[in-house]
C-alpha cells in the first residue's frame, strides 16, 4: 500500500538503535517517519519535540496527529529549519541510505546526534563514492553496529541484514556571537546613530505585541462562542485558530511571528551581506529555544550592535569553512571523496573544483543546488568583506546562472571569477584578479596562525 520499501521499525529494534542515548528533554528529528513508529516510541520516551518529514500523502495524514511535520521531501529540508535540534534518528528506505546519511550530516547542526537504520552491507561493501564518503565518517565521527536480521518477526518482514550507525557532528555552534543577547527590558533610549530608526524599531515591538494581544483575545472570543453553541451544536462548528486546517497554538505562532520579525529587520537593515548560513541557523535556534524572552526594542538594538560586532570573525568562519571543504577535495586525498588535482590540499589555487554545485533542473537547464549555493554566496560575502565591495552589488550565483541561462561546460564572468559548470555535478571556478587569491590565501594563513606553503610550479 505505501510502497515497496516501507518497512515500519519494530519497537525492539528502535531500542537498539537508542541504546545508551537519552532523549528526555531532546527535539528530535525523523526524516524518513513513515507511519509513525519511531516517532510513538521517542514520545513515550519524553522527547521535548519531534520533527518529521513524509513523501507519502496518506503516511503525513498519520503523522499530522503525532508530531510537528516540517517538509514532505527530506531531501528539500535544510540546515536553518533544523539548527535548533538535537538529534536525527531515522529508518531510510534501504536501497539509498547512504544518500539520506549523508544529507542528514550535511544539514545537521554542529553537535548533533545521528542515529540510523541502514543494509549492512552499505557500510561493509563501499563500491561507490557515497558508500565510500560515509564509511570515511564512520570511521571519524561515530561507530556502526550490526543488528543481524532484526526484521525477521517484523510487521514487514525481510530478511535483510541490518546495522545501525550512529554519528556525532562535532563543534561548537556560534553560541558565543549570541552571549547576552537578550537583556532585561528597560527604556529604550533615542539614538541618532542608530543602526535602525527608534520609531521604526518601536512599531516593529509595537505590531508585535498588538498581535499576541490580538490572537488572546480572538482564542477567548472563540471559547466563548463554543460555550455559547454547544448545548445544540456539534464540534464540527466549534471555533479554534487554524493554518492549514491544523490548530495553531500560542507558543508557535508566537515562534513563528519572531522569525518574521527578525527577517524582517534583516531585509530592513540590508544586513544580508553580514548573514551567513550559519547565523541564519542560529536565529532559527535561538527564537526555537528561547521564545519566551520579551521581543523587546533594546533586545533588537543588541542583536543588531552583535550582527555588525562580529562580523569579521564569521567571515573569517565562512573563509575557512569554504577552504577546508575545497581543500579536501584534492588529488589522492584520504576523506574518500572526489579529488581533482586541480584543487591542492595547503592552499587554494587559482582554479579550483567543487563538487555538488551544479545540476540539471527540470526544464534540462543547467541550475544551482540549493546548500552549494548557500556555501558560495557565503565565500563571496566573505571575499566583499575582505575587498570592501558592496556585496549589495553583487549577482547570487544560483540567479546568475538562471538569468544568464548558462549553458554546461562553458566559461562565464561572474563577480569574482570565471565559473563552468558540468551534468555531474561539479563547478569549476578562476579567480579573474590574481591579488584577491592571494589576499584570500594571506587571510586563510592570518585566521590558521601560520603562512601558508606557496605554491612552486614544476619544470
Known amino acids: 500500500m505505501f510502497g515497496f520499501e516501507f518497512y515500519p521499525t519494530p519497537s525492539h529494534v528502535i531500542?537498539?538503535?537508542l541504546e545508551g542515548f537519552n532523549t528526555t528533554g531532546k527535539i528530535i528529528l525523523e526524516p524518513s517517519a513513515g507511519k509513525g513508529n519511531i516517532v510513538d516510541f521517542l514520545k513515550s520516551q519524553n522527547a521535548a519535540g519531534i520533527l518529521a518529514c513524509e513523501s507519502n500523502a496518506d503516511l503525513r495524514a498519520i503523522l499530522a496527529t503525532k508530531c510537528n511535520l516540517i517538509e514532505n521531501d527530506f531531501f528539500d529540508l535544510t540546515s536553518e529549519k533544523i539548527s535548533h535540534i538535537d538529534a536525527i534518528v531515522m529508518n531510510p528506505p534501504f536501497s539509498c541510505a547512504d544518500k539520506h546519511i549523508l544529507h542528514a550530516w550535511e544539514i545537521a547542526p554542529l553537535g548533533c546526534t545521528i542515529i540510523s537504520l541502514c543494509n549492512?552491507?552499505?557500510?561493509?561493501?563501499q563500491h561507490s563514492r557515497l558508500r565510500g564518503e560515509l564509511g570515511v565518517l564512520i570511521t571519524e565521527y561515530g561507530h556502526e553496529n550490526s543488528l543481524g536480521n532484526c526484521f525477521s518477526e517484523a510487521e514487514r518482514y525481510t530478511d535483510v541484514s541490518v546495522s545501525v550507525?550512529?554519528?556525532?557532528?562535532?563543534g561548537a555552534s556560534y553560541d558565543t556571537e549570541f552571549s547576552g543577547f537578550f537583556l532585561e527590558d528597560d527604556p529604550a533610549?533615542?539614538?541618532?546613530?542608530?543602526?535602525?530608526?527608534?520609531?521604526?524599531?518601536?512599531?516593529?515591538?509595537?505590531?508585535?505585541?498588538?498581535?499576541?494581544?490580538?490572537f488572546d483575545q480572538q482564542i477567548e472570543l472563540g471559547l466563548q462562542m463554543n460555550t455559547l453553541t454547544r448545548p445544540f451544536s456539534s464540534s464540527k462548528i466549534s471555533f479554534t485558530c487554524t493554518e492549514e486546517g491544523k490548530p495553531r497554538l500560542r507558543n508557535d505562532y508566537k515562534k513563528e511571528l519572531q522569525k518574521h520579525a527578525w527577517s524582517y529587520i534583516f531585509e530592513k537593515m540590508k544586513l544580508n551581506r553580514h548573514s551567513t548560513q550559519g547565523l541564519r541557523q542560529d536565529i532559527n535556534k535561538f527564537v526555537e529555544q528561547q521564545q519566551n524572552i520579551p521581543f523587546t526594542m533594546r533586545n533588537i538594538y543588541h542583536m543588531l550592535d552583535?550582527?555588525?560586532?562580529t562580523t569579521a570573525s564569521r567571515m573569517d568562519k565562512a573563509l575557512i569553512e569554504v577552504f577546508e571543504k575545497l581543500t579536501k577535495h584534492y588529488d589522492e586525498n584520504r576523506f574518500g571523496v572526489e579529488g581533482w588535482k586541480?584543487?591542492?590540499?595547503?592552499?587554494l589555487n587559482e582554479k579550483f573544483i567543487m563538487p555538488w554545485v551544479s545540476e540539471i533542473s527540470w526544464s534540462g537547464k543547467m541550475s544551482v543546488r540549493?546548500?552549494?549555493?548557500?556555501?558560495?554566496?557565503?565565500?563571496?560575502?566573505?571575499l566583499c568583506y575582505i575587498t570592501g565591495i558592496n556585496y549589495d552589488k553583487c549577482t547570487p550565483l544560483s540567479r546568475f546562472v538562471s538569468d544568464m541561462n548558462c549553458e554546461f561546460g562553458k566559461w562565464y564572468s561572474w563577480g569574482f571569477f570565471e565559473i563552468k559548470g558540468f551534468k555531474k555535478g561539479t563547478m569549476h571556478f578562476k579567480f579573474q584578479n590574481p591579488n584577491l587569491w592571494a589576499l584570500f590565501n594571506n587571510n586563510i594563513g592570518r585566521i590558521k596562525g601560520y603562512p601558508l606553503f606557496e605554491h612552486q610550479k614544476t619544470a
Not at 165 to 170: D, G, N
Not at 342 to 347: A, E, F, G, I, V
Not at 370 to 377: F, H, K, P, W
Open 15 to 17: 531500542d537498539a538503535m
Open 120 to 125: 549492512s552491507e552499505t557500510v561493509r561493501n
Open 165 to 170: 550507525v550512529r554519528l556525532l557532528k562535532p
Open 189 to 214: 533610549e533615542h539614538q541618532e546613530n542608530a543602526l535602525m530608526p527608534y520609531n521604526e524599531i518601536r512599531s516593529l515591538v509595537n505590531r508585535y505585541i498588538s498581535a499576541i494581544k490580538l
Open 306 to 309: 552583535i550582527v555588525i560586532g
Open 342 to 347: 586541480t584543487n591542492s590540499h595547503y592552499l
Open 370 to 382: 540549493y546548500n552549494s549555493a548557500e556555501t558560495v554566496d557565503d565565500f563571496v560575502k566573505a
